[in-house]
């Protein structure tokens, strides 16, 4: 009986060769080497020796320790070295020159895969956004007056963005409960995750120069998870006037992996509908391509499931974004990187943080290891996600992990 190739991976892989992940990674043997990889099944494809052996076009762009090249190169060339990298793990015909450059997964080490730009975080999701505000404007409005009109974001700080797997230590700075008669200093005591979904920027932009709703397929290359770390303790002191600052730009964690754009077709779906008329420049009601993504999100504590929120009920969607952070005239860099805001549901089940899940620590989760509102040291956060790819067959989105470590100070 023949061997079988790690190319023949089992129906319904959700890393098939409809999906095609790109990574950056290196191997104990040689961990100054970093190589651009895609990975297939439980394996890697070093991209750049595949394309040497195969004497492709694409080797230059794919021979590289960074996606920043390849990104840079713009969507034509996104395009045509997916279809490359399709054939080469589809066709038979490849096989001897590609199986000698597949590495099992739990082989190599895998890193930032690019070099972060910019980084902006968002507070698209209505059902996150109308928690917070009924929990701390019981007597108010829970939204502000501008949330339906305009994708409300903040820049954050792109030298703390890591890699899943990189452990959190637990921040520290000033927090001040309501019923303190003066600030204190210390680690926090509230610290929090938020479900997201992210996405980087290839094609740079010209400054003065507004990227449309139309031209977000044209810059932005992939999506993938993210997990914006948040102190809310220290967030809750210092955010007034200004917003937030110290209490999340600790640590935000993002996958290894970056799901091309084409590979999520199929997940394309309407966001949900808007209650006000948006301006122009927002406004896309005529598009003949759903700007929404059918993404199904999993967070889990210390292995434990403890929420599933799903991206499709976003209200502003990732193109939307993208326009409304450059109409001011604000350029686009290759490696920008953009989070989605928290991810929560109508449910319960479904909201993407533990400030949400219990109630600003109200209500305590039941974990097998004990109860939780905020994060211990030691504890272990997951985020999974999957999307519906061709055929039904799904799209995975990888995964981000983070484990929390004791302050140093």
């Known amino acids: ?48 020796a595949a394309a040497d052996a195969l004497g492709s076009p694409y080797a230059g762009l794919l021979g590289q320790g960074s996606l920043n090249p390849l990104m840079a190169a713009g969507r034509t060339a996104w395009r ?8 080469w793990v589809t066709d038979p015909g490849h096989r001897p020159a590609v199986e000698p450059h597949l590495l099992p997964l739990d082989e190599v080490v895998l890193h930032l895969p690019y070099e972060v730009a910019d980084y902006v975080d968002f507070y698209a999701s209505e059902h996150h956004a109308t928690n917070v505000g009924r929990m701390f404007r019981p007597d108010g409005d829970a939204l502000t007056p501008n949330w339906k009109h305009l994708p409300i974001g903040y820049h954050g700080r792109s030298g703390t ?23 204190v200093f210390g680690p926090s005591v509230k610290l929090d995750i938020e479900a997201e979904v992210g996405f980087v920027v290839g094609t740079p932009s010209e400054q003065g120069r507004p990227v449309a709703l139309g031209d977000f397929e044209d810059h932005v290359f992939g999506a993938f998870l993210l997990n914006d770390w948040s102190a809310r303790d220290i967030q809750a002191w210092e955010y007034v006037p200004l917003g937030p600052f110290l209490g999340k730009s600790f640590a935000t964690s993002v996958s290894a992996w970056v799901t091309p754009l084409e590979a999520l077709d199929s997940a394309r779906v309407a966001p949900p509908a808007r209650d006000f008329p948006l301006l122009p420049y927002l406004d896309d009601a005529g598009s003949d391509r759903p700007g929404g993504f059918d993404l199904h999100i999993t967070v889990a504590l210390n292995g434990q499931e403890v929420a599933r929120p799903p991206f499709a009920t976003m209200y502003w969607t990732a193109a939307q974004q993208l326009a409304h952070m450059t109409v001011n005239g604000a350029s686009l860099r290759t490696g920008d990187v953009y989070g ?70």
Do not use: C
């Open 161 to 183: 963005v890591v890699v899943s797997g990189t452990d959190v230590v637990r921040p520290s700075g000033q927090r001040k409960a309501p019923a303190d008669p003066a600030p």
């Open 1 to 48: 009986m023949p061997q079988q190739s790690p190319l023949d991976v089992p129906e319904g892989d959700p890393f098939g060769p409809h999906n095609l992940p790109y990574g950056v990674f290196s191997t104990p043997r040689d961990p100054a080497r970093r190589r651009i990889g895609v990975r297939i099944g439980g394996y890697v494809l070093d991209a750049g």
């Open 340 to 409: 989605s805001g928290t991810v929560s549901g109508p449910e319960t089940g479904q909201r993407g943080s533990l400030l949400e899940l219990t109630w600003n620590g109200r209500d305590a989760i039941e974990l097998a290891d004990g109860k939780r509102t905020f994060l211990e040291d030691g504890d272990t956060v997951t985020l999974t996600a999957w999307a519906p790819g061709p055929d039904g067959v799904r799209v995975g989105l990888g995964e981000v992990t983070g484990r929390i470590v004791a302050a140093t100070n």
């Open 80 to 87: 045509d070295v997916r279809r490359a990298l399709t054939a």
